[in-house]
């Protein structure tokens, strides 16, 4: 083994170990998140709340969580990154054992605000350190393991979320999946992203572009419309699907448990994939570029496609479109933040990431919320559905035209802001 190579080796294994955990936050992230979903439809009837209120909880944890994007950016620019992530994360397992606690709707949703906030670090944090200390040609496979725990969340909290849901209620499923979270802080803080190293963040901080110059690009721009886009039906199908499959298409509570978790689990074999392959192209000459755009392309295009499959098939065309669903939503969970990361490089990714994310989960804010209010409106979901197909659609706009090439940016010397 030559001296060149024994470095990269050992900073490989360090970059896999880093992405493992991380994987592992967004996995634990993606099930608390996603409780709220699972217990819906017995949540409703226990205390009297009606479809608008269940889409305002839905959506307030994007309230907080969009907007304090750009708040976990700035602190992953300007201290210890996985100090940060520790906090969040602490704060955001005990909003969710508190949830078990709440017997109000106004208790709800004060606790959905704080859980949006410790959220909010997960991802700035995360491709703050991924641009750091993993090259380009295997940033996809780290963001696979990152796509892959985001996609297993809601897989796992649907799945098991819906069994304790359905043996033993909705409060033994916050507090005993909110208590179960807290144990990640033990390999995270003594594991190793504790000993890798900070100078680069520190070096990084003196010459960091601000939030204004991000904006100013259009590569920016582009990337945060492309984020919501995808985002919107994302987060259509993780906060409605639960009440739809058992409100709409008469599943039971066991039923739907598995068909919504085995659509996630197609989410995350795609996400798998998506990186592996992409790497692997990128490796033998193939441009970022084209990489990136095509799967993000056929992603939205193929989601436009299986919603409409979900709202007018019959059972079979109904669950083979959602299954196949699944398998687009993963093309763009792997690729997002990896855009992201190539675009903003290593002096800029938790700004960036940030307010892309801040954009993108706009879609959280307004996505459930708005789709409560159709169902209520209409006594439908029709219409909810072409919105979130004609979003889809946009979404493919956002990376062809807008983002004129995805390519590192080249930054001028700015000081922090």
Not at 54 to 59: A, K, M, P, R
Not at 61 to 87: D, H, K, M, N
Not at 336 to 342: D, H, K, P, S, T
Request: aromatic residues 12%; hydrophobic residues 55%.
């Amino acid at each position: 083994m030559t001296a060149a190579v024994a470095p990269r080796m050992r900073e490989s294994r360090a970059g896999l170990q880093l992405a493992t955990l991380l994987a592992l936050a967004v996995f634990i992230n993606y099930v608390d998140r996603g409780n709220l979903a699972t217990a819906a439809p017995v949540l409703a009837t226990e205390l009297h709340l009606s479809a608008t209120q269940i889409g305002i909880l839905l959506s307030a944890f994007f309230w907080t969580y969009a907007v304090s994007q750009l708040g976990a950016g700035w602190l992953a620019e300007r201290y210890p990154v996985q100090r940060v992530i520790a906090a969040g994360f602490t704060l955001w397992c005990i909003a969710t054992i508190l949830t078990g606690l709440a017997s109000t709707f106004a208790a709800l949703l004060a606790l959905r605000l704080l859980l949006g906030l410790g959220e909010s670090v997960a991802f700035p944090c995360s491709s703050k350190m991924l641009a750091e200390h993993v090259p380009v040609d295997r940033r996809g496979r780290a963001n696979a393991l990152i796509a892959i725990g985001l996609a297993f969340g809601p897989a796992f909290g649907t799945y098991v979320g819906g069994k304790i849901l359905a043996h033993y209620g909705w409060r033994a499923l916050f507090l005993s999946l909110g208590a179960l979270s807290l144990f990640w802080l033990v390999p995270w803080l003594a594991g190793p992203a504790r000993v890798l190293p900070e100078r680069r963040a520190e070096s990084a901080n003196r010459s960091s572009p601000s939030f204004l110059e991000i904006i100013s690009r259009r590569e920016a721009m582009g990337a945060a419309l492309g984020h919501f886009s995808a985002n919107y039906t994302f987060y259509f199908v993780l906060s409605w699907l639960p009440f739809y499959l058992v409100n709409v298409r008469g599943y039971s509570i066991e039923r739907m448990a598995a068909l919504g978790g085995l659509t996630y689990m197609m989410n995350a074999v795609s996400s798998w994939a998506a990186g592996h392959v992409g790497d692997r192209l990128i490796e033998r000459g193939e441009s970022p570029h084209r990489v990136y755009v095509t799967t993000m392309v056929i992603s939205q295009i193929a989601v436009a496609v299986c919603l409409v499959g979900v709202l007018a098939g019959g059972p079979r065309l109904f669950q083979a479109s959602l299954l196949a669903m699944g398998l687009a939503f993963g093309l763009a969970t792997t690729t997002l933040y990896a855009v992201g990361q190539l675009l903003a490089g290593p002096v800029a990714a938790g700004r960036w990431i940030g307010f892309q994310g801040a954009v993108g989960n706009l879609a959280g804010i307004l996505g459930p919320a708005i789709t409560g209010f159709l169902v209520d409106s209409t006594g439908t979901f029709y219409s909810a559905f072409v919105l979130a197909i004609g979003f889809s659609l946009l979404g493919v706009l956002a990376w062809t035209v807008v983002i004129p090439r995805i390519e590192e940016v080249t930054w001028g010397v700015a000081a922090a802001a």
